[in-house]
């Protein structure tokens, strides 16, 4: 009857900098220093997403009706269009809503895309 041995994992050394760091896992496979098979996945809920600045072309009827649905609800038309286009994506990967923010939570509250929270009176 033989008996099965889990692989040993080798020491991950001290690092004296992020750059030596860089460079080691740059020429090393972590496979040789981590039992990804107990890995946990991280989650930061308060880590903003990074954004990206993009330029698109809308027909200017379109960008006028967005304003002023965005005046209505009292908030800046580039979030409206970001709530929206969030909805959108979410509905056809069939997912949760990804976009994480107060306007998007009272939007599902509330059934009304965009919508800006009440204000706290105080």
Known sequence: ?????????????????????????????????????????????ELKPSTTTISLRVPASMLEELKTLAGEKDVPYQSLMKVFLAERIARERGSRCPFRGPLARHSRESGNPGARPPRARG
Do not use: L
Not at 26 to 38: G, N, R
């Open 1 to 45: 009857m033989s008996v099965s041995r889990k692989p040993s994992r080798k020491a991950i050394p001290r690092f004296a900098n992020e750059d030596e760091e860089r460079g080691f896992w740059a020429s090393h496979d972590t496979v040789d220093y981590f039992d990804w098979s107990k890995a946990v996945r991280a989650t930061f809920p």
